[in-house]
């Protein structure tokens, strides 16, 4: 096996493992300027605003090491060559007296050890578990999102070279491919994170990768009401909504949290029933027995052989579901899924992207118009309202939170329009001295149509949960 395929494998166990621990958080320097962040943040980043620049000697340096350990290490293990790497940059030095001019000796062995086990300089921001996405928008441009805020960090790549080879290194081994021919790619990490990247001549400032990730352990119900998702009240109803088989679709913006709150609805349902899950990226972390998850595939290098989300939603009607989670909606599968619903799948989960439930029931609409039929308004409409029991809009804040903001009832067709009710709606009370926003879901004071279903099925929830506690 060569060097590169070795260095490809290392870094997939490197990230999965958690091997490295100790990376500090000072990793990421924050604007000062960023005042909603907390004061020890602002702390570290001044504290690295000393750091520093690194010199031409430092990155001749590097790159001498890098055709060195090709050269002369190629036929040797990756963890032989890391626990040898101070004498190698000793022999290298002895050869190139000229090179003196390197300001941190920790943060050289520190990146080679990260090209060669992990993700080169995005391998900390990886291994850090505060940071839940990273952007790299070319060589010298690496965003993470950290409690909700992007930051401009101090990591940087040598050229485009050096991120296509990271790129590279992140691709490989997933069974993808990302060139000219092919500028762009969707795929997962070993450990479920979700990888986006778009390439030159698509993208203009350089090779461009966005990684989304996601935790070791998936968030629970209580983790949700402890983020202040939602309140106790709402999960107890959202779980009765599940355990009663209502049709639930969870829309919201990019980033708002979907797929997060779709994870937590799905583990309410029962440990009996056949779970089909349907996604372009497996994100989904179900832990009941009997669950199968599907996953699209993209065209080959020929343009053929794919297998689109509509595909699999055909495909599962077939495999004797008694739940189907759909990861996301955004085309003609959503006839398909409409269809599934209308006949016989009760309980089916899906997500989409909108700013809000009547702009979700716009959104489906265009969707199954996109499936190829002709088909009149009114009849897409009875397909929706047949469909559909519950909207759940999830929404991104201004302070960075992520908040359920709208539990909607969709309670049938009158003429040619929806009804829609909300059921609990995010009241804002105001900022606290942080600039966090201060508000909760509240009930509307309405109680669902479906209730009595509910109360059918041996689910019973008190009727004081849809009247708005009054605070003394």
């Not at 990886?126 to 993470?144: C, F, R």
């Not at 349902?269 to 179900?286: F, G, Y």
């Amino acid at each position: 096996m060569s060097l590169l395929a070795r260095i490809q494998s290392k870094s997939h166990e490197h990230i999965t493992d958690q091997m490295i621990t100790e990376v500090p958080i000072e990793e990421v320097v924050v604007p000062k300027e960023e005042t909603i962040l907390s004061d020890n943040t602002i702390s570290s980043a001044a504290e690295k605003d000393n750091t520093p620049e690194l010199t031409n000697d430092y990155f001749e340096l590097k790159n001498l090491i890098f055709k060195y350990i090709i050269k002369e290490r190629n036929d040797e293990d990756i963890d032989e060559i890391v626990a040898d790497l101070d004498s190698i940059i000793s022999e290298i030095l002895n050869d190139n007296e000229g090179l003196t001019n390197i300001n941190d000796w920790n943060i050289l062995k520190e990146e080679i050890k990260n090209d060669l086990t992990g993700y080169g300089p995005i391998n900390p921001l990886l291994l850090d578990e505060s940071v839940t996405e990273v952007m790299v928008n070319g060589p010298k441009h690496v965003y993470a999102e950290r409690n909700g805020k992007l930051v401009l960090t101090n990591i940087k790549f040598r050229d485009n070279e050096h991120v296509m080879a990271v790129l590279e290194k992140i691709v490989a081994p997933l069974g993808r491919r990302i060139d000219e021919s092919s500028p762009m790619v969707d795929a997962r990490l070993m450990d479920g994170s979700r990888v986006n990247a778009i390439i030159p001549p698509l993208a203009l400032n350089g090779p461009t990768i966005t990684i989304r990730k996601f935790s070791k352990d998936p968030f629970t119900i209580r983790d949700l009401i402890g983020f202040g998702t939602l309140t106790e009240e709402m999960a107890n109803f959202t779980k009765a909504c599940v355990e009663a088989k209502l049709n639930i679709f969870v829309s919201g913006g990019t980033g708002s949290g979907k797929t997060t709150t779709l994870n937590v609805l799905s583990s309410f349902i029962s440990n009996k029933d056949r779970i089909v899950t349907i996604e372009d990226a497996a994100e989904l972390q179900l832990g009941q027995e009997h669950v199968v998850s599907l996953e699209t595939r993209p065209p080959n290098i020929e343009g053929k052989g794919m297998i689109s989300i509509r595909d699999l939603v055909r495909n599962s009607l077939r495999m004797r579901p008694d739940r189907i989670v759909i990861g996301e909606v955004r085309g003609g599968e959503a006839l398909d899924m409409l269809q599934a619903m209308n006949t016989g799948h009760d309980g089916s989960l899906a997500t989409g992207h909108s700013n809000s439930p009547r702009d979700m029931v716009a959104r489906l609409e265009t969707m199954v118009l996109m499936a190829g039929m002709e088909l009149p308004v009114k009849a897409i409409r009875e397909q929706i309202a047949g469909a559909l029991d519950v909207i759940i809009q999830q929404s991104r804040l201004k302070d960075g939170t992520r908040r359920i903001t709208n539990i909607t009832e969709v309670q049938g067709l009158e003429g040619d329009i929806i009804v829609l009710q909300d059921i609990f709606t995010f009241k804002q009370f105001g900022l606290d001295e942080n600039g966090k926003i201060l508000g909760k879901l509240v009930p509307t004071g309405i109680r669902p149509k479906f209730y009595e279903r509910m109360e059918n099925e041996g689910i019973h929830l008190p009727t004081s949960i849809f009247t708005e506690k009054v605070e003394n």
